[in-house]
């Protein structure tokens, strides 16, 4: 193991939480130091259903097959999305092909594959609820039972880990809330994902994401405010923007945000995924987030310095997005500049792509994106 052994060290690395953060964090550790002891700790046994958009961009099959993992098998069984469409709060749309193809992949199959991928890679997965973390030199003791040089907090929106290392929870205006269900996909076109933005109660939007299998998943999300909207108002708002949409079952889930400048590292704890606050402000995208920071986590994770270098890889590759993405979270708070970016992307196949990618890859704003935004408002004073 790179960096030496420790005595009272069962595992060079525990991973507490499977999804698609932590079994891509012990797939990383075990490809960076194939000897390395890695465990996986959680609460459900796989296959289990997790509350989730499972919109899964390319970028996050690239980071998955870099690490030897086989993506076609992933997506099996669904149906690859080839087309956008978006609809602003002010009624601007654009429709438009995505420049490679997305996947709709049901958590309940995405992260048992991904579990399986890991256990193949020699990972360990035990069921464990974990209730407590205590940081010692050199060890940290997981529910006094279980020792590990490095702990890699992967648990979730919810997470235990963040918040036994100290880590202090959202920011405000960072926390968003949305309810999601799968019904038939039959009103909507089988290749195309829409986005369908509220003018009232924004920042918030609907959206349909066919999985290809005859289902869509279809959902509603909104930033929480000062007072937390209840099920009966949220379910009320999706069927206002999705008036045709067939009857379903609905379940909540809430997601941390990404502040722009996410705390990752906690002493001998390192964060990855919705556990960090790594959630695109822009989109609630968070599967990308979650595998990438997962494979930085653990390709750190039996580095001498793990925290450390974990902050630098994860500064070096998502560090200027963030930023951005904190800084866009705020303009966007305005519904016009929605309107604006949705009439550029209309306009120009360039803006649109700019923008896919900073909504769901690490895009940042380049000149020609604000060019073409400063034009759309030269051109409109006000849009439809």
Partial sequence: MRGGSRRGVDWDVVVVGAGPAGSTAAIAALRADPSARVLMLDSADFPRDKVCGDGVAPHAMDVLAGLGVAVAELSVGTTPVTTLRLVSPGGTQVRRSFARPAFVIPRVLLDARLVHAALDAGAVLERRRVRTLVQQEGTVVIDGAVHARTVIGADGAESVVRRQCGAGGARAGTLAIALRGYTSADPWPVSEQRLIMAAAHWPAYAWVFP?????????????????????????????????????????????????????????????????????????????????????????????????????????????RHLRHTDVLARLTRLPPFVDIATAAAHQDRRAFDRLVEIGLGAGTLDVPLIKRMIAVMARHQHLP
């Fill in 211 to 319: 999985v290809g299998d005859g289902t869509a998943n279809v959902g509603y999300g909104e930033l929480v405010r000062t007072t937390t909207s209840t099920r009966a108002e949220l379910t009320a708002r999706l069927h206002e923007l999705l008036p045709d949409m067939p009857p379903l079952r609905l379940r909540g889930h809430r997601l941390p945000l990404s502040p722009g400048r996410p705390g990752v590292t906690h002493g001998q704890v390192l964060l990855a995924g919705d556990a960090a606050s790594l959630i695109n402000p822009l989109t609630g995208e968070g599967i990308y987030y979650a595998v990438l920071s997962g494979a930085l986590a653990g390709a750190a994770a039996t580095s001498p310095d793990p925290a450390r270098s974990y902050r630098r890889s994860l500064h070096h590759t998502l560090g």
